[in-house]
């Protein structure tokens, strides 16, 4: 089977532009998969990802701080695996970049960064609660 570069790269522009984790064309006989995810060795076979979409999509200056935003519909998670120290608390000060959760969505464990440096003033979501994309996840001031 001769590789098809061409497509590939299209392929791999596909799911920069659309921000997506995983990505499969068919044709015919022939199949491609190509994916940014990472195996974590862990016994559930769940995969991770780092979600680094457009400020525009995951924060807005509200007069109540900075509104850190859902990427994706998801179930988050306030800590890496259950019974382990949440990524953030209120109070916390945080960085950009800084982890404050995780939204599973179908088996991807997606890291969803802070958008800017500030201190934690409130966590709208529950560990384990379904969310929404745009759904305003934490506010820090």
Request: no cysteine; hydrophobic share 35%.
């Amino acid at each position: 089977m001769k590789i098809e570069k061409k497509l590939i790269k299209e392929l791999v522009d596909y799911l920069k532009e659309f921000n997506l984790t995983e990505l499969e064309y068919k044709d015919g006989d022939k199949s491609i998969k190509v994916s940014k995810s990472t195996k974590l060795s862990t016994d559930q076979g769940k995969t991770s990802s780092v979600i680094s979409p457009t400020k525009s999509v995951l924060a807005d200056q509200g007069g109540d701080g900075v509104r850190i935003k859902s990427p994706i519909i998801g179930t988050a998670y306030l800590a890496p695996e259950p019974g382990a120290k949440k990524f953030v608390e209120v109070g916390n000060k945080i960085k950009k970049g800084q982890t404050i959760m995780i939204v599973e969505a179908m088996k991807t464990m997606n890291h969803i960064p802070s958008t800017s440096d500030g201190v934690v003033e409130k966590i709208l979501v529950n560990d384990g609660q379904p969310v929404e994309f745009g759904q305003t996840l934490v506010i820090l001031k």
